[in-house]
């Protein structure tokens, strides 16, 4: 077997150059697409007390040490969400953030343990005015790239024409026969029995210890993303009240929240929020999120008490993260996210 030659090599760098340069282009018009929309860049700390209190979300870990040599527990942030929300309480209405983000156990053809994210927020605006970005931005990206398409291994979508715009209760029906709205209650419990029956019936694998989220990612990977964005974007909105940890409850139905996310050619781009901002909700919710956790890896995160003091005070807002090296991937037609990053994290040695 071949080794590759590493990323810093002359000659791969000159077959790497060029789609980097145009990652370059496409960053550049979208700062302009922002501040010419009168948002106000900002630049968050990256470290952080807490990495965010998702299940599934694994953070690097580091500690401060003092002059007195005190020592503090800190991480690199996952996301700038936390900041950027308290920036909202101080008073910020329209705010954007462009920067490194930091994931652990994420590596492969669309993770890399250090990516770049785009995360915006709008005060007084409703989570609709962020589907609309998203279609303008992706078919700035594709101007910006000099292309009329997006292609990821083999699947192809249209980057100007409009989003398609789904539930996720239509995609499970769509795409895998199953009513998901039926295992959850007005209240947000879950019917996980109901569920692993349904998963059961649509040929899909279960285990006897699935919990209700279990089954519903394994739906949504294995029979709903993959037919998500073909042709043109899909935005995939009304996630279940349990999906949907900091999002506010949709109004027209209890069971869902307004979080969507936005998918081209099968590859996820953008997840976005109507943002909640009851506190008590909130610190419930992550300790729920925190208890699965410690089940599955054994650890669990602390909780920002300065960011839930915050929520008690922000407005009312809607914001959304998208993941920049994929649209620049996407739009320049990589097969891989590190063909579009400056300087990939070296590989682990075997």
Same mark, same amino acid.
């Given at each position: 077997?071949?080794?590759?030659?590493?990323?810093?090599?002359?000659?791969?760098?000159?077959?790497?150059?060029?789609?980097?340069?145009?990652?370059?282009?496409?960053?550049?018009?979208?700062?302009?697409?922002?501040?010419?929309?009168?948002?106000?860049?900002?630049?968050?700390?990256?470290?952080?007390?807490?990495?965010?209190?998702?299940?599934?979300?694994?953070?690097?870990?580091?500690?401060?040490?003092?002059?007195?040599?005190?020592?503090?527990?800190?991480?690199?942030?996952?996301?700038?969400?936390?900041? @950027?929300?308290? /920036? &909202?309480?101080?008073?910020?209405?329209?705010?954007?953030?462009?920067?490194? %983000? #930091? *994931?652990? $156990? !994420?590596?492969?053809?669309?993770?890399?343990?250090?990516?770049?994210?785009?995360?915006?927020?709008?005060?007084?605006?409703?989570?609709?005015?962020?589907?609309?970005? @998203?279609?303008? /931005? &992706?078919?700035?990206?594709?101007?910006?790239?000099?292309?009329?398409?997006? %292609? #990821? *291994?083999? $699947? !192809?979508?249209?980057?100007?024409?409009?989003?398609?715009?789904?539930?996720?209760?239509?995609?499970?029906?769509?795409?895998?026969?199953?009513?998901?709205?039926?295992?959850?209650?007005?209240?947000?419990?879950?019917?996980?029995?109901?569920?692993?029956?349904?998963?059961?019936?649509?040929?899909? $694998?279960?285990?006897?210890?699935?919990?209700?989220?279990?089954?519903?990612?394994?739906?949504?990977?294995?029979?709903?993303?993959?037919?998500?964005?073909?042709?043109?974007?899909?935005?995939?909105?009304?996630?279940?009240?349990?999906?949907?940890?900091?999002?506010?409850?949709?109004?027209?139905?209890? $069971?869902?929240?307004?979080?969507?996310?936005?998918?081209?050619?099968?590859?996820?781009?953008?997840?976005?929020?109507?943002?909640?901002?009851?506190?008590?909700?909130?610190?419930?919710?992550?300790?729920?999120?925190?208890?699965?956790?410690?089940?599955?890896?054994?650890?669990?995160?602390?909780?920002?008490?300065?960011?839930?003091?915050?929520?008690?005070?922000?407005?009312?807002?809607?914001?959304?993260?998208?993941?920049?090296?994929?649209?620049?991937?996407?739009?320049?037609?990589?097969?891989?996210?590190?063909?579009?990053?400056?300087?990939?994290?070296?590989?682990?040695?075997?």
């Amino acid at each position: 077997m071949i080794e590759a030659s590493p990323w810093w090599t002359p000659d791969v760098h000159a077959d790497r150059r060029p789609r980097l340069m145009m990652r370059n282009r496409i960053a550049a018009a979208i700062r302009n697409w922002f501040t010419s929309g009168d948002f106000i860049e900002v630049q968050t700390a990256i470290l952080q007390t807490s990495p965010g209190n998702e299940t599934h979300l694994s953070a690097f870990a580091t500690e401060a040490i003092g002059p007195d040599g005190g020592r503090q527990p800190l991480y690199l942030h996952t996301s700038p969400e936390f900041a @950027c929300k308290k /920036l &909202l309480a101080a008073g910020e209405k329209r705010i954007f953030s462009l920067g490194p %983000v #930091y *994931r652990n $156990r !994420e590596r492969g053809p669309l993770h890399h343990p250090e990516f770049t994210m785009i995360e915006w927020y709008r005060v007084g605006e409703t989570y609709d005015q962020l589907m609309a970005d @998203c279609a303008e /931005l &992706l078919s700035l990206a594709a101007e910006c790239a000099g292309t009329k398409r997006f %292609v #990821y *291994r083999g $699947r !192809e979508a249209d980057p100007f024409l409009p989003p398609e715009r789904l539930t996720v209760a239509e995609a499970f029906r769509r795409h895998a026969g199953i009513d998901l709205l039926a295992t959850v209650s007005p209240n947000g419990d879950t019917d996980r029995d109901a569920l692993h029956a349904a998963v059961a019936q649509a040929s899909l $694998r279960t285990a006897a210890d699935d919990s209700w989220s279990d089954l519903f990612s394994r739906v949504m990977v294995e029979k709903v993303e993959p037919e998500l964005g073909m042709g043109r974007a899909t935005i995939l909105c009304e996630y279940p009240i349990p999906e949907a940890a900091l999002a506010r409850p949709s109004p027209a139905d209890p $069971r869902v929240a307004e979080r969507f996310e936005l998918y081209c050619c099968g590859v996820e781009l953008a997840n976005a929020f109507g943002e909640l901002t009851d506190p008590v909700e909130q610190r419930i919710r992550f300790g729920a999120d925190m208890d699965a956790k410690e089940k599955i890896y054994g650890e669990r995160y602390p909780i920002d008490e300065d960011f839930l003091a915050a929520l008690a005070t922000m407005p009312e807002a809607s914001g959304i993260a998208l993941g920049f090296d994929r649209l620049a991937m996407l739009a320049t037609g990589a097969h891989r996210i590190e063909d579009v990053i400056w300087t990939p994290v070296a590989h682990p040695l075997a």
